[in-house]
């Protein structure tokens, strides 16, 4: 037995949790993130480990990962430069997309300039039909001309795309065997072997964004191995995946767009897994850092997942779990435009130089300095100590907007707050509309360093009745690396009927992504344990544009019971869309499989129950509703099981500050997380 250890690097803080396998308990700590020097925070905060928990590399067992490496490399539009290789006459597809405007409601919106410019894209020729029968070979001659047009052009790799490979990746792979053989050492990359899903302009876009980062992670990866390897950590490191599982970084440096989205997964299982505990129905998990504010929907304890998740302007078509990433996070600078209107972000102080309160040499107003400016931080250090608040350094900054707004700095300091608060509702009015929830059945879960102050604030304006705060929701998202199950999807477009006559090749093809699938768990992975496996097909009414996907009985695909294969179809479409034409033919798109294997989960402890009421360390001023009111202020771990307390109040942690606002009561469960229900 020994120490699992889960990090996650934000904007401003990179949190550790720390599972002792022996006792089954959780410890936490943060050091303040490096983006000047990657890795580095890892190897300060493994030493911190060592120095406050007495916790020696060697003993790390298991170590996992989230990283948002790829993300910023494709909103920063910092990966390497791409040539795509097309089927001669189709080289437009990245330019046509869906023909979607990015705002429905903007007819001056337009699309982000793609990640390969048009004068990077060649065509082959060749072509593959529609069903997978070979029409006419890749031309040799045709890919010299292309591939050596492209090194010339400074290609720093190549994306080969070409139609109908999901059907049959021959011609794919032809290409790219003589890509190699005129360019050796250029990074080639196949669409078919990346994500291999119908439809072209989405096969396209996913493997140009997964060749875009792949040099970059790769890099960072490697780095990150041998830093553990010369920190004695024995531990294979393992990576957060996008659709909530972890895989390992040997994986994650040629499978990058199944990590694309690690950082953001992260959290979210983290919140799953206490939404578990604490037995919420339906919750919205809200992760607010640094730089922005991440938003899920966990229903029955599940994170609810999407196909087609933006990173930054560009769509992904790999299984993610589905989180709106919104701008405002605790660094965010709050600024007066032209007109004399208050906004904030989409800049961020991140961790260097940081608010202007972490006293780093930051000057501008953010939404931290904001909170500390009406005293609700800057009580206690924050971070484990890595920060003392500066709150006249804070009351400077914010002072820089006053002439503009024409109002004290307090007051302007609760307006940014409010406005951060207002940009949060208008982004998730849209996600709660997309999946069909009613906020005043919904949970609130904050988390985050920041997301506990705005969690009350933002639930009472969506409606929301009840806001959970973990016991250290400063480090969710480490621990959720530390909960992730091991976890991979494998898809194969079949573009059938649902018949009878169908039936022998849907099994079979079920039965290749199975054995596909062990083999990734035992062999790749090295998992020797239980596994699970998920049948699932994207499915539609003959007809129909676009498909739903469908979670199949595992029986009913084994035995080839099409009426059940049909009814579980009918019951998710009714599901959705109100309404289910049963009677009407069904066609298979894709066939899925999710393969996971489990490893033992941490028991959170229950606390001791309180024998009295809560004692206060103080009473303190704060600034709120426009008027500095007396507020008590409380440690964390002063509170036990049972206590109750009403807002507003502060509770202050080592990862966090939680804000409870008036009319709100607060009851501490009996595992330690505090239950705030609007009164």
Request: proline residues 5%; negative net charge.
């Amino acid at each position: 037995m020994g120490h699992r250890i889960g990090v996650d690097i934000g904007g401003s803080f990179t949190d550790f949790a720390i599972l002792d396998e022996d006792s089954n308990t959780l410890r936490a700590l943060k050091v303040l993130s490096r983006p000047d020097k990657p890795g580095a925070e890892i190897a300060a905060g493994i030493q911190l480990a060592g120095e406050r928990y007495g916790i020696a590399p060697q003993d790390v067992n298991y170590f996992t990962h989230g990283t948002t490496v790829g993300v910023n490399t494709v909103i920063q539009r910092k990966g390497i430069k791409l040539a795509l290789f097309t089927t001669e006459h189709f080289s437009d597809v990245l330019e046509l997309g869906r023909l979607k405007l990015p705002n429905m409601f903007d007819l001056q919106s337009r699309r982000a300039d793609p990640l390969v410019t048009r004068d990077m894209i060649w065509g082959l020729s060749e072509r593959m039909q529609a069903d997978g029968k070979p029409l006419r070979s890749p031309d040799p001659e045709s890919v010299e001309i292309a591939t050596r047009a492209a090194v010339a052009a400074g290609a720093e790799g190549i994306v080969i795309a070409l139609l109908h490979s999901y059907r049959n990746p021959a011609h794919e792979i032809e290409a790219k065997r003589l890509v190699e053989g005129f360019a050796p050492g250029l990074p080639v990359f196949a669409s078919s072997q990346i994500w291999p899903t119908i439809r072209e302009y989405e096969r396209t876009t996913t493997a140009v964004i997964g060749a875009y980062v792949q040099p970059r992670i790769a890099h960072y990866l490697t780095s990150l191995q041998r830093a553990l390897k010369d920190m004695g950590v024995p531990a294979e490191a393992r990576l957060t995946k996008s659709n909530g599982g972890v895989m390992s970084a040997e994986q994650g440096k040629t499978d990058c767009v199944q990590m694309i989205l690690s950082g953001t997964a992260s959290g979210v299982i983290g919140a799953s897994f206490v939404a578990q505990v604490c037995d919420l129905r339906e919750c919205m998990s809200l992760d607010i850092g640094g730089t922005s504010a991440d938003v899920a929907l966990i229903i029955d304890g599940r994170p609810q997942y999407g196909i087609g998740e933006y990173i930054g302007d560009h769509q992904i078509y790999v299984p993610s779990i589905s989180v709106t990433s919104i701008g405002e996070g605790g660094g965010s600078v709050a600024w007066v435009d032209d007109y004399g209107v208050l906004k904030i972000g989409p800049e961020s102080a991140g961790s260097t130089p940081g608010p202007a309160c972490y006293g780093r040499g930051g000057s501008k107003p953010t939404i931290t300095d904001a909170f500390a400016v009406c005293g609700i931080i800057g009580q206690v250090d924050l971070g484990y100590n890595a920060v003392k608040v500066d709150v006249e350094a804070a009351r400077r900054a914010v002072e820089t907007l006053t002439e503009r707004t024409g109002q004290t700095v307090e007051e302007t300091a609760e307006a940014i707050i409010k406005v951060a608060i207002s940009g949060m509702y208008a982004k998730i009015t849209g996600l709660v509309t997309r999946f069909g929830i009613d906020p005043q059945s919904t949970a609130m879960m904050p988390f985050g360093g920041a997301g506990p102050m705005m969690g009350c604030l933002l639930a009472r304006e969506m409606g929301m009745p009840e806001t959970v705060i973990p016991t250290t929701p400063g480090v969710l998202s480490a621990l959720g690396g530390l909960v992730a199950e091991l976890k991979n999807d494998f898809i194969r477009t079949v573009y059938a009927d649902l018949t009878n006559e169908q039936l022998p090749l849907i099994q079979d093809e079920f039965a290749k992504l199975k054995l596909a699938g062990e083999q990734w768990l035992r062999a790749d992975q090295g998992y020797s344990g239980e596994q699970h496996l998920t049948y699932s097909a994207d499915m539609r009414y003959r007809g129909q544009s676009y498909e739903i996907e469908t979670i199949l009985p595992a029986e009913a695909v084994l035995d080839g019971d099409v009426a059940a294969l049909e009814d579980a179809f009918h019951q998710t479409h009714e599901r959705v869309y109100g309404h289910a034409q049963r009677g009407s033919r069904v066609q298979l798109v894709n066939l899925r499989l999710v393969v996971a294997g489990r490893h033992q989960m941490p028991e959170l402890p229950r606390i001791a129950h309180a024998t009295g009421a809560p004692v206060p360390l103080r009473d303190i001023r704060c600034w709120t509703e426009g008027r500095w009111t007396k507020v008590q202020l409380y440690a964390r771990k002063d509170l036990l099981a049972g206590h109750t307390f009403n807002g507003p109040a502060v509770v202050a942690q080592d990862d966090t500050t939680t804000w409870i606002p008036e009319k709100f009561s607060v009851t501490v469960d009996a595992f330690g997380h505090l239950r705030a229900i609007k009164e």
